[in-house]
């Protein structure tokens, strides 16, 4: 059996997006296109992430090019896009490796999300080596999930991405740590319950 492959090229919405409650939200990015959605989970931490290295690159992107590239400094606010997740959303699978690139020729942006595999090794070089190849067996690597994109369509998935990781749980003022409606064991306040205000 081949590795699965969610292919949008292009997609018609591409966006990271939560279900849930702050505190108890499940991350997902979401493709649709052509009547099909593919949606993975994946960590708030990775969101971030991503969000953050699409700007990174996109920024080299534009410098390399001299601002030749197709690429805006800013998301186009025609692209915004603030709607909820596709429901029902169902899970292919969960995150455990992505990858960005920018392919010139077609002026595209290609993110790729590959799902969580747990592999055993009696050493971090053998580890490595067997995450290196299951990565590239086209035919029996994770399934992946891998989106084609404009530069403008990029840099709208990042904004809304990096929205979406700020609109949790405020961070407390001292630790830094997400505050819970319940209250707060600080560790900066050796342990005492500090009250959301």
């Known amino acids: 059996m081949s590795r699965q492959v969610f292919l949008y090229d292009p997609p018609d919405r591409f966006v990271a997006g939560t279900v ?4 108890r939200r499940t991350f997902y990015l979401q493709a649709s296109a052509g009547g099909r959605t ?3 989970a994946l960590e708030k931490a990775q969101v ?3 969000a953050e ?10 410098r ?8 805006p ?9 603030t709607a909820p997740l596709e429901t029902p959303v ?3 699978f969960r995150v455990g490796t992505m990858a960005l690139a920018w392919d010139g020729e077609s002026e595209r942006m290609v993110i790729e999300a590959q799902a969580l595999v747990e592999l055993e090794a009696d050493s971090e070089e053998d580890l490595a080596a067997a995450e290196e190849r299951l990565l590239q067996d086209d035919e029996n690597g994770p399934p992946m999930l891998r989106v084609r994109v404009t530069g403008q369509m990029a840099r709208a998935f990042a904004k809304r991405a990096i929205e979406v990781v700020n609109a949790g749980r405020p961070p407390c003022p001292l630790c830094s740590l997400p505050l819970d409606p319940e ?4 560790p900066r306040q050796n342990g005492y319950r500090r009250g959301v205000s």
Do not use: F
């Open 48 to 50: 971030e992430a991503l």
């Open 53 to 62: 290295r699409i700007d990174e690159l996109l920024d080299e992107v534009v």
């Open 73 to 81: 400094a800013v998301a186009p606010s025609e692209l915004a896009d």
């Open 38 to 40: 593919t949606s993975v």
């Open 90 to 92: 169902e899970e292919e």
């Open 64 to 71: 390399r090019s001299g601002g030749n590239a197709p690429v």
């Open 183 to 186: 209250g707060h064991v600080c």
């Open 20 to 23: 849930g409650l702050p505190g």
